[in-house]
């Protein structure tokens, strides 16, 4: 059974930084691309970026370059995230998840999120 | 980045009834359209990809059809674990990119 699992909620000041967690189980963690995403409360998701567990290359969004750093430990087969500079709109739930894919015999497609962890709520505020 | 639509943002049925939610891209996004169903304390939830395959798991009673920039999420003969919110997201280009939610209320 695919499983991710994410670190415990966050409170964190103006400013600071903090870096978040997803544990995977059930499948070959260097096969796919970890995604992160944000939602706002009440709001719509939004896609921060994505890193390939088989070699750490990653994606982001124009939006989050230089707020997120997505990286992975392949031993423990667990993404990390790290958000900097943090301000009020920061405060979101944060999500893991991976990005399913299938093969047609001749191309790959995917590019959706099969598996989602649980969320983490990162809160900023002094 | 594709902008995409969705509409209603709140529905009400009934168990047994059948609704139908939409999801309109902002440009041709082919047959690359996802559903996710989002409910508290539950990680969300694939429903279907590719505009029609249904993900493994999903029950018969939901269906997607359209293509090129209109969308529908179709949910028969509802069940009272099927209320919750509703996402699209487009899987044609990046960055992939979410609708604004319908949530879907027992009436």
């Known amino acids: 059974e695919v499983q991710l699992q994410q670190s415990g909620a966050e409170l964190v000041k103006p400013g600071a930084s903090v870096k978040l967690s997803c544990k995977t189980s059930?499948?070959?963690?260097?096969?796919?691309?970890m995604s992160w995403l944000k939602q706002m409360p009440g709001q719509n998701i939004e896609w921060i970026g994505n890193i390939y567990g088989g070699n750490g290359g990653t994606g982001y969004n124009q939006k989050f370059k230089g707020k997120a750093t997505l990286t992975v430990d392949k031993s423990s087969s667990t993404a990390y995230m790290d958000l900097s500079s943090l301000t009020s709109e920061d405060s979101a739930v944060y999500f893991c998840a991976r990005m399913g894919y299938y093969y047609d015999g001749t191309y790959y497609y995917g590019d959706y999120f099969d598996y989602w962890g649980q969320g983490v709520m990162v809160t900023v505020s002094s | 980045d594709v902008q995409m639509t969705q509409s209603p943002s709140n529905l009400a049925a009934s168990p047994g009834e059948s609704v139908s939610i939409n999801c309109k891209a902002s440009k041709s996004i082919s047959k690359y359209l996802a559903w996710y169903q989002q409910k508290p304390g539950k990680a969300n939830k694939l429903l279907i990809y590719?505009?029609?395959t249904l993900q493994s798991g999903t029950p018969s009673r939901f269906s997607g059809s359209g293509s090129g920039t209109d969308f529908t999420l179709t949910i028969r003969n509802l069940e009272p674990e099927d209320f919750g919110l509703y996402y699209c997201?487009?899987?044609?280009?990046?960055?992939?990119?979410f609708g604004s939610g319908t949530k879907l209320e027992i009436k």
């Open positions: 590719s505009g029609s």
């Open positions: 997201q487009q899987h044609n280009e990046y960055p992939p990119t």
């Open positions: 059930g499948y070959t963690f260097s096969n796919y691309y």
